[in-house]
């Protein structure tokens, strides 16, 4: 994710929500190779579907192909690729740190705009949802700290509102 | 997500971060029938390995045998489950919505805690985090105003900090 040497791309595929969708979404991926980055997969609105954002670590050439098996997948009803310029990224992290330096801790989830969700036994829980790089930044000032357990909900795109 | 007769269980796996891992994961439920209702995976502070939170509507007993079956899957490191008390969960949404009742949504917003992002050409799109019930009911409150689309990151748990 913070690799710089990689080219990232965002998909948004859109499913029914049944059994067995995402693993032959994450297979196709799988049997060419292709390392997913990231996946948030959800129901939405009519919960008979999912909207699934995947971040996937590939070159632009072989992506085609996969957006083209993609598509003939059953029960995968589109696929979109979104830009950065088209897209609204955002991101989720919860994480819990050493808290022996709690008033840095607290002054640095103040600079994030993050939640501070708990604190106890030497610990302390924060919540954060930014754009991508943002987050990323915030986990980079957390490590010297000692980070105990954290989750990312990987990288979620919508579109970008028309103008 | 949102279905009262599902009996819903968060698993939270650990996972070499490598092509192919997600999809075997993903696999083992669905040759089983068991659906995926969301799953958040991503890198954690050392990229070679991902976390997964996963929640999966089952009934107990097999549970148990696909946490099993996980535990011998390659690349596979450790599987927790995690019950709501003794979790922290969190979820994030973005969502669009039209705007034509653009106070009442900025007043919705406010209420909810959630943050407006941007509005144009009669949509607006607003984020929220939060646990997932108060996310689920922030979506339900939108609905009336028309969804134009949305992307759920699913549920991700951290275990609460000790006391």
Chains 1, 2 share one sequence.
Not at 54 to 83: F, G, T
Not at 85 to 106: C, F, G, H, N, Q
Not at 125 to 133: D, E, G, Q, R, V
């Amino acid at each position: 994710m913070s690799n710089g040497n990689h080219q990232l791309h965002t998909l948004v595929v859109r499913v029914e929500n049944k059994a067995g969708v995402l693993a032959r979404v994450a297979g196709l991926f799988a049997r060419r190779g292709f390392n997913i980055d990231s996946l948030a997969v959800a129901p939405v609105v009519d919960e008979s579907f999912s909207r699934i954002t995947i971040v996937v670590d590939v070159e632009s050439a072989p992506l085609e192909q996969i957006v083209k098996q993609l598509h003939k997948l059953v029960n995968v009803l589109d696929i979109v690729e979104l830009s950065p310029t088209e897209a609204v990224e955002r991101e989720l992290m919860v994480i819990t740190v050493r808290s022996d330096a709690i008033d840095e801790l607290k002054a640095l989830t103040q600079e994030f705009h993050a939640t501070w969700l708990d604190d106890r036994s030497g610990q302390a829980m924060i919540s954060i949802s930014s754009f991508p790089a943002r987050v990323e930044e915030f986990e980079e000032r957390l490590k010297p700290y000692g980070i105990v357990e954290l989750q990312r909900s990987g990288k979620i795109a919508l579109h970008r509102l028309p103008d």
